[in-house]
């Protein structure tokens, strides 16, 4: 008995060995930390690797016969009057703990036939005894979560295991007194050598588990800085400004080598290497952005073919492609780039897709503060066109200037600005109005502009009558109107401002162009985009009727600037058409008073 324990030892050493092996294996490791049942092909996999554990097993078993040890070396075929001694029981009941009954029945019968093939006076018996200790160990481990509990109360389940298997030699094996011979010498040294080999690959499954839980308070530490110190920048939303604090942060913070963000048409940032050519403010021409724009999942690419690059001698190799998502739906990409593709492990891979979740739910609550706000700047807009100082003292002062001259004329200019204060307040209370209500309103702005700038510009209006019931946001066309008399024209140069609208499929599409000074591409790409900061206006007009537009119908409306310097600037919104037809009065209502 004292002399077989060392020799086992030795035995369990090969086993233990094998046992470190498996757990760097990253397959292996992946499927330690899954929290969910196992599927059929995880489940084959651990029959087989640990069928494979008590194969190896049987083959370094130690040979004993009639209580004296026969042979060290592998074993194939034995002698009928002799036995081996082994660790086959540590391997089946890791089996059934960890993989349940199926896998724990299947390592069982794995290990215990080719332990009957073997041979020996044991063999029947060890080969039924293994089968039954996988099933046993299978059922304990479906409700037991052996690697999440103390090592001993599973050291001490694979020590009855062993036990278990001494009872069947003695039942089964005969002749009675070889069996009750073998047991006495083997039992002490199989239940000590078992305990502690299962209690040591225990150790190994809770070191993986520990480095994957360290890996992860780590992974989260980093991600919540990041998002801690972007926080302020994709409040703002995802701008140019927003997307270059947010990426240089990111750069500092992670092992990536590049760092890119986009939003749905254009690259919004680039910082690091491959910057002299990856120029933001450009289209987004790589095919790996547009697949995840269309199908809003991560991609990674390992190669610099997969990358797309234009750009024959683009340093990057490998990158890593996210979504960012506001309101269900893709706004952009957060792009992580590396010089080499072995850089992108599974931690940056995890570390990014954290971060893609974190700066989703910053642009979520930036679109909920940004719709809030325009709201409110909607009220605030609509109160100062109510009282607009400047408008209401100089068609005022021209009225009082027509008194003297065309008494007629003033009636006119006054009933007409009444009628432009009066649209102004119903529109600041509606959520919709008909189209017609809205070119009343233009129709009474341009009547008082006119009467105050004769000879400055000519309205040529083309809208269909039948559009006059659809519903529209109010102040959609006035503020374009009048931005177009304030920034087109020259003070010499009389201008042409064409307002058309028409049906298109189930569209309403709406045009003001005009024949003025138009503007530079650098100004084109910012306004309706944000605000800017300028002697002759900040494009407050153009960003909020953009902004709301967007917010009422999504990407079904489409606000589109296009122009050119010295010919002009042409404004297209398209939104999809309701009629006041296709609501009931009291929906109308609801409608008109945003409920």
């Not at 590049?258 to 990856?278: C, E, F, K, P, Y």
């Not at 809205?438 to 129709?443: C, G, I, N, P, S």
Request: charged share 20%; aromatic share 8%.
């Amino acid at each position: 008995m004292i002399i077989l324990l060392p020799i086992m030892i030795e035995r369990v050493g090969i086993l233990v060995l094998f046992a470190f092996l498996l757990s760097r294996v990253s397959l292996f490791r992946g499927m330690i930390q899954k929290e969910r049942e196992y599927d059929f092909q995880e489940k084959m996999l651990l029959m087989f690797i640990f069928g494979v554990f008590g194969i190896i097993s049987n083959y370094t078993g130690v040979a004993i016969e009639k209580g004296n040890i026969m042979s060290h070396s592998w074993q194939t075929n034995l002698e009928e009057s002799t036995a081996i001694a082994n660790t086959r029981i540590m391997g089946v009941a890791i089996g059934g703990l960890l993989g349940g009954p199926a896998v724990g029945f299947g390592v069982g019968l794995i290990a215990g036939l080719h332990r009957f093939t073997l041979g020996g006076f044991t063999s029947i018996a060890c080969g039924i005894s293994t089968i039954i200790a996988g099933l046993l160990t299978g059922l304990i481990g479906r409700k037991y979560r052996f690697f999440q509990n103390p090592p001993f109360k599973t050291v001490f389940i694979c020590i009855c295991m062993e036990l278990l298997q001494m009872a069947i030699i003695l039942l089964l094996a005969k002749p009675f007194d070889s069996a009750f011979g073998l047991v006495s010498v083997i039992t002490v040294p199989m239940v000590i050598i078992n305990g502690f080999g299962i209690l040591v690959f225990i150790y190994l499954i809770q070191s993986i588990l520990s480095e994957e839980e360290q890996t992860k308070a780590a992974q989260t530490e980093v991600a919540l800085d990041i998002a801690q110190s972007t926080l302020p920048y994709f409040r703002l939303g995802l701008t140019p400004e927003s997307s270059r604090h947010a990426a240089q942060i990111i750069i500092a913070a992670t092992s990536a080598e590049a760092v890119a963000i986009t939003n749905r048409t254009m690259v919004l940032t680039h910082i690091g290497i491959g910057s002299d050519h990856h120029i933001p403010l450009e289209k987004t021409e790589t095919e790996l952005t547009r697949h995840v724009l269309a199908s809003g999942k991560i991609v990674t690419a390992i190669t610099k073919k997969e990358i797309h690059c234009s750009h024959l001698e683009c340093p990057l190799q490998a990158a890593i492609v996210l979504p960012l998502k506001a309101n269900q739906k893709i706004v952009g990409t957060l792009k992580l780039y590396f010089t080499n593709s072995k850089n992108m492990g599974i931690v940056e891979y995890k570390l990014a897709e954290g971060l893609s979740k974190l700066f989703s739910m910053q642009l979520e609550l930036a679109e909920a503060e940004n719709q809030q706000k325009l709201l409110k700047d909607a009220e605030i807009k609509a109160l100062q066109a109510q009282i607009h100082p400047h408008f209401l003292f100089n068609s005022m002062n021209t009225i009082a200037a027509l008194i003297r001259t065309d008494r007629d004329k003033a009636r006119r200019m006054v009933h007409q600005l009444s009628a432009f204060f009066r649209s102004n307040l119903q529109g600041s209370k509606n959520m919709y109005i008909p189209l017609k209500q809205e070119l009343e309103h233009v129709d009474a702005f341009l009547a008082l502009e006119k009467a105050r700038f004769p000879d400055k510009f000519s309205l040529h209006c083309s809208i269909d009558s039948s559009l006059h019931n659809v519903l529209v946001p109010p102040f959609v066309l006035q503020p374009l109107i009048e931005n177009t008399l304030r920034h087109a024209f020259s003070a010499t140069k009389k201008g042409d401002i064409y307002l058309t609208g028409y049906r298109q499929h189930d569209f309403l599409v709406l045009m003001v162009e005009d024949n003025g000074k138009g503007m530079s591409e650098e100004l084109l790409l910012m306004l309706g985009n944000k605000t800017v900061h300028s002697e002759k206006g900040t494009g407050t007009a153009l960003w909020n009727i953009s902004k709301r537009i967007k917010e009422l119908y999504g990407r079904k409306a489409i606000f589109l600037l296009e122009s050119e310097p010295n010919r002009g600037t042409k404004i297209t919104i398209r939104l999809p058409i309701r009629e006041i037809r296709q609501w009931g009065n009291e929906d109308v209502e609801s409608i008109s008073s945003g409920r």
